[in-house]
């Protein structure tokens, strides 16, 4: 399982202003798409769809094609989360996939107590699972690979990147580090406060640093995998 995201040099992915602050460049976000366009499935919570409504679809028209030449749908098996069940089905999140009936429906995982409310905001849009009390994640992760799902890409926000890397569930991080600073307390960080498996002396391993125009792509091996996607 992976994880991607871009951050500040001081460490936050976003500022605390109502426009989204772009981190990375045009060569990364194709980057970006080219491994979107290999994995299974990809993950954000719920506050990145309220705050950058994403369509998590592949842009590549040529990385679509190849998806489809494979037998596999044009895009991956768009996924969330959420505690509250408070999803707005008009986000983009929920769109169909243009031109691919094959695409599927978004999965929603919810915890217990927000099943209904999820089922009532967005069951005619998404498949709404039972995902436990409290939310499991490592159940989410064991639910995606019955469903076919060998590799997740989780692309934020920063509830989801904690809570998957104090799980210890997270394989791989690719990290993409912009040259600016934010400075700002206000605004979200990568990672919240946790008891993280990576600390002290039990380290991540540093798999390559690439700079791609201003940003540098760091990517780590995070050596407790228990991942099963």
């Known amino acids: 399982m992976l994880l991607s995201c871009a951050a500040s040099i001081d460490g936050y992915i976003d500022d605390a202003s109502p426009q989204r602050l772009l981190l990375s460049n045009a060569a990364d976000f194709e980057r970006v798409d080219e491994e979107r366009a290999g994995v299974d499935a990809i993950l954000v919570g719920l ?12 842009r590549s028209a040529q990385a679509r094609t190849a998806r489809r030449s494979r037998g596999l749908p044009s895009t991956p098996l768009r996924v969330t989360v959420t505690g509250s069940g408070d999803l707005d089905p008009a986000a983009r999140f929920f769109d169909p996939v243009d031109g691919d009936d094959e695409a599927g429906r978004p999965v929603v995982y919810a915890a217990t107590p927000a099943v209904g409310r999820a089922r009532e905001r967005v069951g005619p849009v998404a498949t709404v699972v039972d995902a436990g009390d409290p939310l499991d994640l490592a159940g989410v992760l064991a639910d995606l690979a019955g469903r076919g799902v060998r590799r997740l890409m989780v692309e934020g926000g920063s509830a989801m990147h904690t809570q998957f890397l104090a799980a210890g569930l997270a394989d791989e991080l690719q990290l993409v580090v912009a040259p600016v600073f934010v400075g700002d307390s206000r605004a979200p960080r990568f990672v919240g406060d946790a008891r993280f498996p990576w600390s002290g002396d039990h380290r991540a391993q540093l798999a390559g640093a690439t700079p791609i ?3 540098v792509l760091l990517r780590y091996t995070l050596s407790d995998r228990r991942s099963p996607v």
């Open 213 to 215: 125009g201003d940003v």
């Open 47 to 58: 506050s990145t769809i309220r705050h950058d409504n994403p369509r998590l679809q592949v």
